[in-house]
């Protein structure tokens, strides 16, 4: 399995950006795939993640209203559309899949694969 983020960047705070995640060697049909982010000196968060079979979509607190998560199966590609970014959004942002769906696929313990990360910073 291969996950493969890009779209980072630097922005200012208001501004937008648009994060893709590009799948590969995936055998599983039932999964979550979602995006986690880093801060310096902070530990991992689950920002936005869904579940494959029924596209239920969770987002953390701190997004909710400002982000957006997509999925587009023909091109294999997971997107999160970040609008109204704050400096405190700023973060390396992971693309992550979770193999075993529970209601828990936000949290960091139960990933199976990670991305190696696309650094998202917002200035002020």
């Known amino acids: 399995v291969q996950l493969v983020e890009s779209g980072g960047g630097l922005v200012q705070a208001g501004g937008s950006l648009r994060l893709s995640c590009v799948v590969s060697?995936?055998?599983?049909?039932?999964?979550?795939i979602g995006w986690f982010r880093q801060a310096p000196g902070e530990e991992r968060e689950g920002v936005s993640s869904?579940?494959?079979?029924?596209?239920?979509?969770y987002y953390g607190d701190s997004v909710k209203g400002r982000f957006t998560l997509s999925k587009d199966n023909a091109k294999n590609t997971v997107y999160l559309q970040m609008n109204s970014l704050k400096p405190e959004d700023t973060a390396i942002y992971y693309c992550?899949?979770?193999?075993?769906?529970?209601?828990?696929?936000?949290?960091?313990?139960?990933?199976?694969?990670w991305g190696r990360g696309t650094q998202v910073t917002v200035s002020s």
């Open positions: 992550a899949v979770t193999t075993i769906v529970t209601d828990s696929i936000m949290s960091v313990d139960f990933v199976d694969y």
């Open positions: 060697g995936f055998p599983f049909d039932d999964y979550a």
């Open positions: 869904i579940k494959s079979r029924t596209g239920t979509i």
